[in-house]
């Protein structure tokens, strides 16, 4: 037992020594943003809320909503097989999670632990896709989910990749659903800020739509630091367990002169291709990294 804890104290020494080099590796990482200036309104025709950004100009009807991911009926299973796990683990942390389907079949959950000490953070994010997606024609991303009663003490983001790479430099922005309150929650593309590991890259604009267009990959995590210039973490974080209903990901147009439609979504990459996007440095370390994080 004490040459177990001598190896996982110099894993996270080690680790400490060579954190960009494992920060690469996280799709989403801690960060910080400004008050987005959401309301939630009744949505058209559903029971559950419609939270809107302050940056929609208007409404989208159902006609302008389209699904990417469907996590309720029978596209469940298929749904959540295109999603894999990234936590803190890859930090030294301990948090965990997992993607998997209610046994109702009505939602995919988002569940798992989160714990402080070494990350802070759990998440669920697309399979790396072989070919781009365009979405540069819609006005942002929405996400359909019902968060626990403790949705006020995590802080939620979502992430898009516009790189076909696992580096740490990714679009992202937070919102904060109501507990226990299914919402769909609408983030235009003007509120996805670059980030470089746990911080805001400085001096870089929003994302255009236009940039858009050669999307590789999508998140959505809990963690425990906002979106900022100095990483800093929410005052009253609460570790611990959680349990996120999601049933669904998509895209919306807030503009009627044109109608939404199908997107073509493109095949997600094999293992062997996902290997071969890694950053060089993560190649080279990936056998020590089995050897002292695998579960």
């Excluded at 809320?49 to 596209?75: K, Q």
């Excluded at 076909?164 to 769909?184: C, H, M, N, W």
Aim: glycine share 8%.
């Amino acid at each position: 037992a004490s040459g177990r804890g001598m190896v996982a104290i110099g894993a996270r020494t080690f680790l400490a020594m060579l954190p960009q080099l494992f920060l690469a590796a996280a799709v989403v990482l801690p960060g910080r943003s400004s008050s987005l200036g959401r309301l939630v309104v009744p949505a058209r025709g559903s029971a559950f809320p419609l939270m809107i950004s302050s940056a929609v100009e208007r409404e989208p009807t159902s006609e302008f909503v389209t699904p990417l991911y469907d996590f309720t009926g029978p596209a469940l299973e298929s749904s959540i097989s295109q999603w894999e796990r990234i936590d803190d683990v890859i930090m030294g942390g301990i948090s965990s999670s997992r993607l998997v389907a209610a046994p109702d079949s009505s939602c995919a959950l988002f569940e798992g632990k989160l714990r402080e000490m070494g990350g802070g953070f759990c998440g669920q994010r697309m399979r790396l896709l072989a070919e781009p997606l365009d979405i540069s024609n819609e006005s942002g991303l929405w996400v359909d989910l019902e968060a626990d009663a403790d949705a006020h003490s995590r802080v939620y983001k979502l992430a898009l990749r516009t790189r076909k790479d696992r580096g740490e430099v990714i679009y992202q922005t937070e919102f904060a659903p109501p507990p226990l309150s299914r919402t769909r929650v609408l983030l235009p593309f003007s509120e996805f800020k670059l980030v470089r590991g746990p911080r805001l890259v400085p001096g870089v604009p929003p994302l255009a739509a236009a940039n858009a267009s050669s999307v590789f990959q999508l998140s959505l995590v809990l963690s425990k630091f906002r979106i900022s210039t100095d990483g800093a973490a929410l005052p009253n974080f609460k570790e611990g367990p959680f349990c996120t209903k999601l049933y669904g990901v998509g895209v919306f147009r807030s503009s009627p002169t044109s109608v939404a439609g199908e997107v073509a979504k493109p095949k997600v990459m094999t293992e062997e291709e996902a290997q071969a996007a890694r950053p060089l440095p993560l190649k080279l370390l990936a056998p020590l990294l089995a050897v002292l994080f695998g579960e």
